[in-house]
């Protein structure tokens, strides 16, 4: 049994969220200066060097992106949509990667990035519940799955209207 196509295409719609999100980053990265000495060599008008942090800035925006690429690319495991598929049908399974859920991706070989958690756990209606989180850095990232509903909804961005 694989997973339902609704839950397939619940997971797409993060992914497009993180696609759309990296085009940004790579395009606020491309406009950012690439070091903190605004001068080309044999300038003859000297500038005085930009603040640290542009170099902050910049690494920043590069972690980020590589975070981001690596949430792309687990979502996109197909190792991933077996191991889902897995702890709806697998009791045994499914205790095992509750009791170390990183401990069993590593033996499956799916990368995990640093910092990011994962847990599983059955609820009282007899679903699974997988839940993927980082607080890490700027960017704190939350998705949940269950076997019943597939992946929670993307939330569109809240827009402030305080005048």
């Given at each position: 049994?694989?997973?339902?196509?609704?839950?397939?295409?619940?997971?797409?719609?993060?992914?497009?969220?993180?696609?759309?999100?990296?085009?940004?980053?790579?395009?606020?990265?491309k406009n950012t200066a690439e070091e903190s000495?605004?001068?080309?060599?044999?300038?003859?008008?000297?500038?005085?060097?930009l603040p640290s942090r542009v170099d902050n800035?910049?690494?920043?925006?590069?972690?980020?992106?590589?975070?981001?690429?690596?949430?792309?690319?687990?979502?996109?495991?197909?190792?991933?949509?077996?191991?889902?598929?897995?702890?709806?049908?697998?009791?045994?399974?499914?205790?095992?990667?509750?009791?170390?859920?990183?401990?069993?991706?590593?033996?499956?070989?799916?990368?995990?990035?640093?910092?990011?958690?994962?847990?599983?756990?059955?609820?009282?209606?007899?679903?699974?519940?997988?839940?993927?989180?980082?607080?890490?850095?700027?960017?704190?990232?939350?998705?949940?799955?269950?076997?019943?509903?597939?992946?929670?909804?993307?939330?569109?961005?809240?827009?402030?209207?305080?005048?």
């Open positions: 049994m694989s997973l339902p196509r609704s839950h397939v295409e619940s997971l797409e719609s993060h992914v497009l969220v993180h696609e759309e999100r990296l085009k940004l980053l790579r395009e606020q990265l000495d605004p001068n080309p060599k044999g300038d003859p008008n000297p500038k005085p060097p800035y910049r690494r920043l925006l590069e972690r980020e992106i590589l975070f981001h690429n690596q949430l792309v690319e687990l979502a996109r495991d197909p190792k991933v949509l077996k191991v889902l598929s897995d702890l709806t049908k697998d009791s045994d399974f499914r205790r095992w990667a509750a009791s170390d859920p990183v401990g069993v991706a590593q033996k499956l070989s799916i990368k995990v990035p640093a910092g990011v958690k994962l847990r599983i756990e059955g609820t009282a209606l007899g679903n699974v519940r997988m839940q993927v989180l980082s607080h890490e850095g700027l960017y704190p990232f939350l998705v949940s799955w269950d076997s019943e509903l597939g992946f929670s909804p993307v939330r569109e961005p809240t827009v402030s209207n305080k005048r």
